[in-house]
């Protein structure tokens, strides 16, 4: 009966979760628009810190419960998520067109923010001073993105938002500020709800079967962090709107390391006992075969979205088998 209950909860923290980062995707885009920030620039900040919004206050729990390895593999599990099942989805459902910004600035920069990540992860230990350096990454990320919006063409010219969209968010009053400020809060608690929901009973179900903790965060947790992700993915796809799936799965990759990883270090240390070398290599490995991806036709057809799902699923198959220590190290 215990269990049962436990199991409850989770439902009830994913359902939190996902709807909690809705409601803040829904009014931060919304004021983003407003203020006439353009629409890829809101995917890949707004958008991809809403959707990340889960890993960051899953990743400060566990962090605070001494779980330091549900934090990294809630991230790491989060990220290799984005880019072979979110793209693999979206991509099966229908071929995704690439915007040329995500393979010259985005990518690169991902790419880097890994590197760093891993390299910090070398003494299996992120520091607060690490931390900050990673938070400071962010920050940077955010004002150039922000400036370059600027130079860029207005969102009316998206096909991201129509121009009924553009011209409502812009032409609101005070009445619809408000509104949008309210999604916002209501996204906010409901967050930190699931999160706490979440980590707390999914991990007692899990040890209960005797799973370790890097596996509670590479799989549980990161899957159900990136739940946003997905279904965000899922209707993008169906609507046609690629610029939002691709920039939206991996700005949240760019925020959860530095923004999520970088927020959690800083408040405290954070020690890695059981994330394997594998999980980084991963990690890694997804993020660079994407790029060749993309770079074919400026688009994810159908049998790379395919690939990637198979590597998805070979991933959390083998990882497990190693944590049950079926598979040698």
Not at 105 to 110: K, T, Y
Not at 175 to 195: C, H, P, R, T
Not at 226 to 243: C, F, M, N, Q, Y
Not at 291 to 309: D, N, Q, T, W
Request: glycine fraction near 10%; proline fraction near 2%.
């Amino acid at each position: 009966m215990e269990t049962l209950e436990h199991f409850i909860w989770i439902i009830a923290g994913f359902t939190a979760l996902y709807y909690g980062a809705e409601y803040l995707v829904k009014g931060a885009a919304e004021i983003s628009l407003r203020f006439g920030i353009s629409p890829l620039v809101v995917g890949l900040t707004v958008v991809a810190f809403g959707t990340s919004a889960p890993e960051l206050l899953v990743c400060l729990e566990a962090n605070a419960a001494d779980m330091a390895d549900q934090a990294f593999g809630t991230v790491i599990g989060s990220n290799i998520c984005n880019i072979a099942l979110i793209l693999g989805v979206g991509a099966l459902i229908r071929p995704i067109g690439v915007n040329r910004q995500i393979i010259r600035r985005e990518i690169p920069i991902l790419i880097v923010a890994s590197a760093v990540f891993i390299l910090m992860l070398w003494d299996n230990t992120v520091y607060q001073w690490e931390g900050w350096v990673l938070f400071a990454g962010i920050v940077i990320y955010v004002i150039t993105s922000l400036r370059q919006s600027e130079d860029e063409l207005g969102a009316e010219e998206s096909e991201d938002f129509s121009k009924e969209e553009v011209e409502q968010a812009r032409k609101g009053g005070t009445k619809e500020l408000l509104f949008s400020l309210m999604w916002i809060a209501i996204g906010l608690v409901a967050l930190k709800f699931g999160s706490t929901w979440l980590v707390v009973h999914g991990s007692e179900v899990a040890v209960s079967f005797g799973v370790s903790q890097a596996i509670i965060g590479l799989v549980l947790l990161a899957f159900g962090t990136s739940l946003p992700e997905l279904a965000t993915s899922i209707v993008a796809a169906r609507k046609g709107h690629g610029d939002i799936i691709t920039g939206n799965a991996i700005g949240s990759c760019i925020f959860n390391i530095l923004a999520v990883i970088g927020v959690t270090a800083m408040v405290s240390n954070m020690a890695a006992l059981r994330i394997s070398a594998i999980d980084l290599w991963v990690m890694m490995g997804v993020i660079l075969l994407i790029a060749p991806m993309m770079l074919s036709r400026m688009k994810l057809s159908k049998v790379e979205g395919g690939i990637l799902l198979g590597i998805y699923f070979s991933y959390i198959i083998v990882r497990s088998l190693l944590d049950k220590g079926i598979l040698g190290a």
